[in-house]
């Protein structure tokens, strides 16, 4: 089964053995945020509407928080725990504690975020930037100390004073604190995120990326290249998705090279 958000406010459910379509639910402005949660059976959708809507997966019985304030940028969801970013802050929301008054803790950062990504393994979240940083968010009180930092993304060829929106970040799951991010010239960088070392650095895509992501063995990395509407050297043409193998061992041995300076 797939679930994907579209522009006409609806959420299609893909039935992939059977080829069947059905909708999940729909919001009142453009959907762009989904995420499925395994310990609920909750498809969580967002949109900007400015809401989260909560879809049970074995009904049609929904829930919903209302007046968020402010359009919904990104989502992620990890275990129990989602993000939710809403400008310059990420509203972490418990799914165990949906059914009386909600109350959601707030992480408040200085950069207008693009998008949001959690991880169990890092016990927090990173987010991307417009102003082209990551900024890496520890939760729980087992890390009260270390509050977490960021630092810049700049491709290769560039100085680290260029400045370059980061649209997308995915975990490699198969290696502790591993990312890729997705920038709007076209470049997707690997990083040892707990280190802040740049890894490896893929061909530049076509356009610009407006999403990416490991399949669930990290072993293929497929990337949407399209035109975004964010910057005018953008080229407006036909969206492509790429898929690239990704070397694990190679991975690693970037991680303990001491060739993979800190950024």
Excluded at 149 to 178: E, M
Aim: net charge neutral; proline share 2%.
């Amino acid at each position: 089964m797939a679930i994907s958000d579209t522009f006409d406010l609806k959420f299609p459910r893909y039935d992939m053995r059977l080829g069947n379509i059905k909708a999940v639910g729909n919001h009142d402005d453009i959907a762009t945020c989904v995420e499925y949660s395994e310990e609920t059976c909750q498809v969580i959708t967002a949109g900007w509407d400015k809401k989260v809507k909560f879809w049970d997966a074995r009904s049609a019985s929904s829930r919903c928080l209302n007046n968020l304030g402010t359009e919904v940028e990104s989502m992620s969801l990890s275990g129990l725990s989602l993000m939710v970013a809403l400008n310059s802050s990420v509203h972490v929301y418990d799914l165990r504690y949906l059914n009386g008054s909600v109350q959601a803790k707030e992480h408040a950062m200085d950069i207008r975020i693009k998008c949001v990504r959690s991880n169990l393994d890092i016990e927090g979240f990173v987010v991307g930037s417009a102003d082209g940083k990551v900024s890496l968010k520890y939760l729980g009180e087992s890390n009260t100390e270390n509050a977490g930092y960021a630092f810049k993304c700049y491709p290769k060829n560039r100085g680290r004073h260029h400045v370059v929106v980061v649209n997308d970040i995915a975990f490699r799951l198969s290696v502790r604190g591993v990312i890729v991010t997705g920038d709007n010239e076209g470049y997707a960088t690997i990083w040892d995120v707990l280190n802040r070392k740049r890894l490896m650095e893929l061909p530049r895509f076509p356009n610009s990326i407006a999403s990416l992501d490991f399949n669930h063995g990290g072993q293929l990395l497929a990337t949407a290249s399209s035109y975004t509407y964010k910057e005018a050297t953008e080229r407006e043409e036909l969206p492509q998705i790429f898929i690239d193998h990704i070397n694990e061992e190679h991975i690693k041995s970037a991680i303990t090279s001491s060739s993979s300076k800190r950024v």
